[in-house]
């Protein structure tokens, strides 16, 4: 392990801190062990501990919930806020290694007061492009399309696919055939981005093909759908849609690249569901491959779904999942990439 502090940026997580909320007043436990938390950030830095003598997560303190104030979990991995008004940054004590997660202009005045330490960048989303001017030293994307982009915009030589992951224990296989045809997951305030629309037209033509519609109800769209195999769960608790994953025999995604590399692609492949997407998604050879899935025209979408439904023994999606994006090959692969780019040397041990 390298005497090193790794420090994470987030942004408010919303639906983190209900969560979190709900299982504290259940179970103690669930929050102290961060390695049972539903957030793929939290269990990777629970993982970078492996590598690291220091991992924290620092979220805004205006925004986030009181219960994440300097908690320091079983496995050492701390959470906490970065001060109110930026005031008392330092006492924070300088990260040997800076990850930002996301595009936050709430994250210049940090990167401003840690100029000196090695910074890497990620975001899930191919079109954002890091802010030249914190003279990153790593940054990751999910599309080799979009590499040399950033590498002349962001004025970064070091860019790299990211290997994201799910939180495994989550998700932990089919069973059995799968009495559901197709998984598809949609919120209302993202049914354009998701694609709805789309799947809508698409169930219309398969017409006898089922599937589960996860996370939307009540939106008014519902009646569009009637008649057809297709049924809406509402909100899922992040604990159980392994087992409604479990339950079906592909994954449908219909976004593009405006949704980068969404969680549920990882999920599908860990749960052992082939996956189906649209050619314009930009997404990795490392989520999309022969052993994992099928990228479609909008045209033959309907097409490419049958034949996927027809094949789906052909595809091992959660061998592939379990020997290229496992939460510690994740965290490996963020570990190596540093080192490969002349991270920070360990400080002096006394």
């Known amino acids: 392990m390298e005497p090193l502090k790794f420090v994470m940026l987030r942004a408010t997580q919303k639906q983190t801190v209900v969560e979190y909320q709900?299982?504290?007043?259940?179970?103690?436990?669930?929050?102290?062990?961060?390695?049972?938390?539903?957030?793929?950030?939290?269990?990777?830095?629970?993982?970078?501990?492996?590598?690291?003598?220091?991992?924290?997560?620092?979220?805004?303190?205006d925004l986030h919930h009181k219960a994440f104030n300097a908690f320091v979990h079983k496995s050492g991995l701390v959470e906490r806020f970065w001060p109110k008004g930026y005031l008392g940054l330092s006492e924070l004590g300088r990260p040997d290694i800076l990850f930002v997660r996301g595009d936050k202009k709430d994250y210049y005045p940090v990167l401003r007061e840690f100029r000196d330490t090695f910074k890497i960048y990620y975001s899930a989303g191919n079109y954002y492009c890091p802010p030249s001017q914190f003279g990153w030293d790593l940054v990751f994307v999910d599309d080799p399309r979009h590499i040399e982009e950033v590498r002349e915009k962001a004025a970064c030589p070091a860019v790299e696919l990211f290997r994201k992951s799910c939180v495994d224990r989550y998700f932990p296989g089919r069973k059995g055939n799968g009495a559901v045809d197709i998984y598809f997951t949609c919120n209302a305030p993202q049914a354009n981005i998701k694609g709805l629309r789309f799947f809508l037209r698409i169930m219309r033509d398969l017409k006898d093909v089922s599937a589960l519609c996860v996370g939307l109800k009540d939106t008014g769209m519902e009646k569009e759908f009637r008649g057809l195999p297709v049924h809406f769960t509402g909100f899922v608790p992040r604990t159980y849609v392994g087992e409604l994953m479990a339950r079906c025999r592909i994954g449908l995604i219909l976004s593009g690249k405006e949704d980068g590399s969404p969680r549920v692609l990882e999920e599908y492949l860990c749960s052992g569901l082939p996956v189906v997407i649209r050619e314009v998604a930009t997404y990795s050879p490392v989520y999309i491959n022969p052993m994992t899935g099928v990228a479609s025209s909008d045209e033959n979408m309907s097409k490419t779904i049958l034949r996927v439904l027809g094949n789906e023994k052909g595809f091992s999606p959660r061998e592939h999942f379990m020997n290229n994006l496992t939460m510690e090959i994740s965290a490996r692969h963020i570990h190596d990439l540093i080192e490969k780019h002349d991270g920070p040397p360990p400080m002096p041990q006394h």
């Open 22 to 61: 709900n299982q504290i007043a259940k179970n103690d436990d669930f929050y102290e062990d961060s390695s049972k938390s539903t957030d793929y950030y939290t269990v990777l830095c629970d993982k970078l501990l492996n590598y690291y003598a220091q991992v924290e997560i620092w979220y805004q303190e």
